[in-house]
Each structure stands twice: as C-alpha cells, then as structure tokens.
C-alpha cells in the first residue's frame, strides 16, 4: 500500500474514493475507519503522493462524496481508487473517543505486562468478526525459551485488565497461556 507517511509525520489511510458516479463527478466512497463524522464537507485529506483532497460534498447514507473542483465525470476518473489519508492529529482532533477506548495508533507499540513480566509487544491489531485482536511480538526472553515469534490475543476482558498508553503498557491476564499455546 502506497502510503505517504514519515516518521515525524505517519499517516492513517481513513477512506478509497470508487468509481464515479451520475453527472455532476460524485463518486464512490469506501470508508475505511471506525470513525465516519470525520467525513464532511470542508474536510481536508491528502493522496498518496500528499497532494491535499478536499470534499465538497458528503452523503454517508449513499456513500457518495464530491470533490473540490471536481464538477464532472471525466474531471472525476483521475480520482478513481485514490486512497484518502489523515494525520494522527487530524484523526485525534475529528474523531471523538468514548472513555476507555482508544486508538489503535496509540495502542500498537505497547508492552503485554502480566504479572510483572514483559510478554511482548503490540506490532499490530486485526478485527476478526466484532473482536479486535492484538498481534503480539513475543519479547526476546521468552523466544530464548521457545515460545512463538507472535501471538494474538483478544483485547477484551478477561485478557485485558488496564491499558497505560502514557506509559505504553498494557496489563494482561491469562495471555502467558495463549502465547504458550501458540
């Protein structure tokens, strides 16, 4: 995937714009966030090659939006399958969070603790049904043990007991288990 986040600056790819549609350059629109309200008119993004979209027109309920500028379908076909990405500070000031939730931005690179002991790191998240899973690089120690490169491990209760994105550690419980199982 073409991305063109940095290091100081990484990106999130938040949508896909599709094929075009009707008369007046709408297109389709293929949201690839949990976070839809960041989707309005007026709202900035930029392409691959960081060159900056903005939407002029949004129907979530058709998923259909309309570009700056874009009054055409001929004017429209040069946007076809442009991936649409946002800042993580982008994303943090648009997209509201409820207590206890975060972002998967903020959780990767966090350590499994359980029971004092560093199981690994967070490298990745995968939603599988309704259920986020984190995928888990097993710490150095314990591949010196035997056990997995990585594992998965649901991030729910009973497995998740307190998650520090301060601190960038997560308490686990019953994880050891499922690393061992692995």
Known sequence: MSNPSNTKNPLLHVATLGRTVGLRGDMNFIIKTDFPEQFIAGARFVDAKNNTIVLQRVDRERNLVRLEGVTTPEAAKPYVNTKLFASYEQTRRHCHLEAGEFFWFDIIGCRLIEAE???????????????????????????????????????????????DIERKEITVSGAYDILQAS
């Open 117 to 163: 002991k560093i199981l690994g790191t967070v490298k990745e998240i995968d939603r599988f049904g309704a259920v986020d899973y984190l995928r888990v690089a097993t710490a150095s120690e314990l591949l010196d043990q035997g056990e997995a490169k990585e594992f998965l491990l649901p991030y729910q209760k009973p497995f998740i007991l307190a998650t």
